[in-house]
């Protein structure tokens, strides 16, 4: 006989069968009963339910006789899935294609068959048929009987593939609400991160995670450092367990951790008893009863390793594949805590420490002073503030050159820090000026002593570089509280005192006397100058142009202020703008700056750029000023239409530091109208990570001291990437400020800051020759026409 014909879509049809789950499975009553009466129904001596495969006919059921597959080459029922309706041979002997057929010419001699096919899904996956060794008649009652037995097959099949259904629905179900449960834990967890919480506690979170979900397994988060493995989180290992492997070394055979972090690889321990990497550890591991631990590696972004994420059985155990996966995310969600963390490091430091010295900076020095006056006042003492210059750095480090200056400066902050008491403080405050403060002062003959020794520690030769180098100091010192009780104006008397002692020759110490207020006086002249200047009109604003460094497109810049005096020329802001907050006429100028560029605003937006953003810098005055609420602004736009888009607000981390709600739901109500915040100088103030999460922001500028100074193995470049890094993760947008090279700009670009700003591409430019930009841009420009740019006439800053 021919083999029968395959259909079109034999191989879809072969792909539902085995969907089915049914070949090569054990026999059932439930098909069996369907053999049964077909046999008796059609008075047939056989009967089968069967399916075809690929390349075989498999029988589930059979009446009365035994087989269990034939090739599908030989089979009838190869020939019965082809149609639709019952296929019969009433007597093979007469079929020209059957009457050769193995199973007519031998036993079983078939002389009769008549099949129906059997469908799933509308693919005809097998066949129920009888047989009889005589020939037989098949009427049209027989062939509906036929069809009728055979959805009873069909039915059978379709309980079993919803009974399949919906095993598989439930074990998906089951799945997905663990993994929806992980998830959540995950996105916790990153939430903590987001949020600043401290290591320990997000790496706790983890190890509790995992534990509470899978009763069965213990965790640990190991930390590396130096080469050693350092406890992360480990709480329902044995105390003993972790303190035998606190710092232990990591190298190959380390037991599973030691050996993952001196690899880079998992290392999977399914019996530690036997394992080798466990040798020098086997009895530890026995009695703190642990049988088996996988250890994934924990990676940085770079790939080095920062610790080992681990999961320990009581007994021998073999991971799946769901639960590597596993151990590998909540490794990942590890690795940015850690990163996270070793950033926030970073930028405290640098926020907090001079980098050259690693002594305090003016930020946290501030801090400790405060600290200082407060617990003065509680014990009714006295704190003694220093100010010391060195007298003759800036020759030296004109003569001798920058490595000898820098050197001088960590050998004179050693010898500083050698002639006080640990409880006072040392810092830097920029340059060649140091700050001492002195706590508890009870005489001041002790005081002077100190004084003396820190002079004769200066003046002691210095061999720097081969050079034996000579200097001096000069130390001024006021007292509080006779003098101020206050920092500020404790640092400025003590500033003042300083000169008073170059003024007597220098290599000295002077105290803060009442004489020295000569500099109040040009103090007060400077304001009734300030003040004659914001009504006669003699303020005026410049616009540095900021640069889309993607394409080089400029819709922003930022508004500066410079005072044209009648006598001494320009002024720039750092003169005048200290003393306008001192004395709250910064709200009269800023309310002067912010009318000023709303009108510039509208009208280049209506003329020549209409995404025209100008940023103005605010004062924290002007948001705690009950009278002279910033807020007004929002009414100023109203009346002049400027629209929200148009502005953005710079403010300050001084500004956030000291935040309270009435500060916060300020900064909410701009934000609300659809005005723009950008934190400017970021990372020279305590830069809190939750600053950025608690108020609303949408830009960050970072500070151009750390863009100066930043080179392909700075800190500051480490510093500078963690920002952009981080502002991206929160969806904030980045300006670096004080561009000045290519070098700067090209590891800018790379890092992916979106926007710069700085000489390289145009100084703060006057009204006209801003105006002159846009028209010659077009809101528009490539690199060549930044550089071109440079030719336009600019203002000194």
Known sequence: MKPAPRPDNDSMRVNALHQLNILDTKAEERFDRITRLAAHTFDCQFSAISFIDSERQ??????????????????????????????????????????????????????????????????????????????????????????DLASMVESELQKEVLTQAAEAMKRYQEQLDKTQKLTRVRNTILEKIVNAESLHSV?????????????NQKCSIL????????????????????????????????GSCGTAAFTGNRTVVEDISTHPYWAAWVDLATQAKLGACWSQPIKAANGRVLGTFAIYHAKAATPTKEELARIEMFANVASIAIE??????????????????????????????????????????QVAVMFLDLDNFKDINDTLGHGVGDALLIDCAKRISGCVRHKDTVARLGGDEFVIILNDITEFSGLEKTAQKILKAIEQPYHLQSEIVHSSASIGITIYPDDAEDVASLLKNADQAMYGAKDIGKNNYHYYTKSMRNAALKRMTLITDLRHAIEHDELFLVYQPIVNMTNGRINKAEALIRWQHPTRGVICPDDFIPIAEETGLIIDISNWVFDRVCRDAMFW?????????LSINTSPIHYTDPDRCITQWLERMLVSRTPPQAITLEITENLLM??????????????????????????TGYSSISYL??????????????VHS????????????????????????????????????????????????????????????????????????????????????????
């Open 658 to 683: 000291d935040a309270n709600a009435s500060v916060s739901n300020k900064l909410f109500q701009f934000r609300q109208a659809g005005v723009d915040i950008a934190l400017d100088d970021f990372g």
């Open 223 to 254: 930390l590396l450092k130096d080469n050693c493995l350092y406890s992360g989180a480990a709480p329902s290992l044995p105390d003993f367990y972790n303190q035998a492997i606190e710092g232990v070394e990591i190298g190959l055979g380390q």
């Open 605 to 613: 937006r209506k003329t020549l750029c209409p995404d025209l953003q």
């Open 58 to 147: 498999w029988y589930k059921s059979v009446f009365n006789f035994d087989a269990t597959e034939l090739s599908r080459d030989i089979s009838f029922c190869a020939y019965t899935i082809t149609n639709n309706d019952v296929f019969v041979i009433n007597d093979t002997h007469k079929d020209d294609n059957f009457k050769d057929s193995e199973f007519v010419t031998e036993a079983p001699l078939l002389r009769f068959y008549a099949g129906i096919k059997i469908s799933i899904n509308n693919y005809h996956v097998g066949s129920l048929c009888v047989f009889d060794t005589a020939p037989k008649q098949f009427s049209s009652t027989d062939k509906r009987a036929l069809q």
């Open 340 to 381: 996270r963390q070793k950033s926030s490091d970073l930028i405290w430091h640098q926020a907090n420490f001079d980098e050259l010295t690693q002594l305090p900076n003016r930020n946290i020095m501030g801090e400790h002073l405060k600290k200082a006056l407060d617990a003065a006042k509680r014990n009714k003492t």
């Open 203 to 215: 790496l706790m979170d983890i190890v509790k995670a995992i534990e509470s979900e899978y009763h």
């Open 710 to 797: 930043m080179s392909e193995v700075s800190n500051d470049k480490v510093l500078c990437e963690a920002i952009i890094v981080m502002a991206k993760k929160l969806g904030i947008e980045v300006i670096a400020e004080g561009i000045e090279t290519e070098e700067q700009h090209y590891i800018l670009q790379k890092m992916g800051c979106e926007y710069g700003q700085g000489y390289l591409f145009f100084k703060p430019l006057k009204y006209e020759d801003f105006n002159a930009l846009l028209e010659k841009s077009a809101s528009t420009i490539d690199k060549s026409t930044m550089r071109s740019s440079c030719d336009i006439p600019r203002l000194p800053t």
């Open 693 to 706: 999460k608690k108020y609303p922001t949408d830009f960050l500028k970072i500070d151009k001291s750390f």
